[in-house]
């Protein structure tokens, strides 16, 4: 029986660390997200000159 309720116990510490695991990476992706949101996005014709026509 003591064997069984360390299982358990572990069972629940590894539910419990992959919850905790998830939502850091899902609070990650979500920072990424917004930062990515707020760059402004940069005039490509600005860069033109610098190249040479392709044929």
């Known amino acids: ?8 116990a572990r069972s629940a510490d590894l ?3 992959a ?3 998830r ?3 899902e609070a990650k ?3 990424r ?3 990515r949101s707020r760059e402004t996005e940069r005039a490509v ?3 033109r000159s ?6």
Do not use: G, P, Q, V
Not at 1 to 8: D, G, N, P
Not at 50 to 55: G, K, L, N
């Open 15 to 17: 539910i419990r660390e």
């Open 23 to 25: 939502l850091i990476r």
């Open 33 to 35: 997200a917004s930062s």
């Open 29 to 31: 992706k979500a920072r």
């Open 45 to 47: 014709s600005a860069h």
């Open 1 to 8: 029986m003591f064997e069984y309720e360390i299982a358990t």
């Open 50 to 55: 610098r190249f040479t026509r392709a044929a």
């Open 19 to 21: 919850d905790e695991y």
